[in-house]
């Protein structure tokens, strides 16, 4: 069967392998300082992207050589992957307000039935398997909320779409077309990998 991405990240009896991530979102703004007043002037670009590195728990033999599959089937920077925040996991989605401006680089977004899934300022959703923050908590509500969201939207979100926040996920690409993996003399495979959000 053909390879399709994006992939899935690898879990091992439906629990997840990952024993550390560190996640950063990066923006695009620049800055100039005088020499002399240290007056600061910045310009905001609008771009920003999720980079992260994961640390994945000690495998054994058979579990390592199937993550070491995984990343060999990335093919480097080509393939993509699904994966998100493991602490995120929240309960029912949100749709999208239908009547709410839904277009790319949008930084604010309506939800609606907030009722069922309250947000708290921090907590991650993604939509279209593109993985967004809420800047603000939002109250429980039956009628449509706006938030504002970081990063900006990827891409238009048409009517009806749901914002996930059951385990919500972005996709990723690595960050390099070398992989490498430890191998210990207890026979335990050990592994991070550097990667950066997808974007096209």
């Not at 080509?78 to 995120?88: A, R, Y």
């Not at 790319?104 to 967004?132: C, E, M, Q, R």
């Not at 800047?135 to 039956?142: Q, R």
Request: proline share 5%; net charge negative; hydrophobic share 35%.
């Amino acid at each position: 069967m053909a390879i399709s991405y994006p992939i899935s990240f690898p879990t091992i009896n439906n629990k997840s392998i990952i024993q550390k991530m560190t996640m950063r979102l990066v923006h695009s703004v620049a800055m100039t300082e005088s020499p002399y007043t240290y007056k600061q002037q910045t310009h905001d670009f609008g771009g920003s992207r999720w980079e992260a590195e994961i640390t994945i728990r000690p495998l054994t033999e058979s579990e390592g050589k199937e993550f070491s599959a995984f990343l060999a089937a990335l093919k480097g920077r080509k393939g993509t992957f699904t994966v998100g925040n493991p602490l995120h996991t929240a309960t029912t989605p949100s749709d999208i307000d239908t009547s709410s401006l839904k277009n790319k680089g949008s930084t604010n977004i309506a939800l609606d039935n907030v009722s069922a899934t309250p947000l708290t300022a921090g907590d991650h959703f993604s939509i279209n398997n593109k993985l967004y923050m809420a800047l603000e908590t939002v109250a429980g509500s039956s009628t449509s909320t706006t938030i504002d969201i970081t990063p900006p939207l990827r891409e238009d979100v048409s009517s009806g779409t749901s914002a996930i926040t059951d385990n919500p996920v972005g996709t990723w690409r690595l960050t390099d077309n070398e992989i490498e993996w430890d191998i210990s003399r207890s026979a335990h495979y050990s592994f991070t990998i550097a990667c950066v959000e997808a974007l096209t």
